[in-house]
Nanobody, 123 residues
Framework: QVQLVESGGGLVQAGGSLRLSCAASGRTFSSYAMGWFRQAPGKEREFVAAISRSGERSLYTDSVKGRFTISRDNAKNTVYLQMNSLKPEDTAVYYC????????????????WGQGTQVTVSS
């Protein structure tokens, strides 16, 4: 069992930055690939970024490439999402998730989820 708790969301103006954190507890954090997803009102949850167990490989959805960076600190059991040049269309609840397999983009592949943190980008 893995418990995930996100933090760092908030209200920011377009062009601004936020860093989301996801703290994990429970079983060995480094055994899990980690992902960030987001869900805007009235839309399905969508993949944002993922990082391998060691942190050597990462994957991004096209709309955030060059603006968002996923990273992890296995010593601190934490995964981060640095979000720069934020746009109003980035407004959503952001979720972190863990899977015991590999870098994947589908929600069904993830075993554990956090409760989400709201990110609102004003224009």
């Amino acid at each position: 069992q893995v418990q995930l708790v996100e933090s760092g969301g908030g209200l920011v103006q377009a062009g601004g930055s936020l860093r989301l954190s996801c703290a994990a507890s429970g079983r060995t954090f480094s055994s899990y690939a980690m992902g960030w997803f987001r869900q805007a009102p009235g839309k399905e949850r969508e993949f944002v970024a993922a990082i391998s167990r060691s942190g050597e490989r990462s994957l991004y959805t096209d709309s955030v490439k060059g603006r968002f960076t996923i990273s992890r600190d296995n010593a601190k059991n934490t995964v981060y999402l640095q979000m720069n040049s934020l746009k109003p269309e980035d407004t959503a609840v952001y979720y972190c998730a863990a899977n015991s397999w590999t870098l994947v983009t589908t929600t069904a592949a993830y075993d554990y989820w956090g409760q989400g943190t709201q990110v609102t980008v004003s224009s």
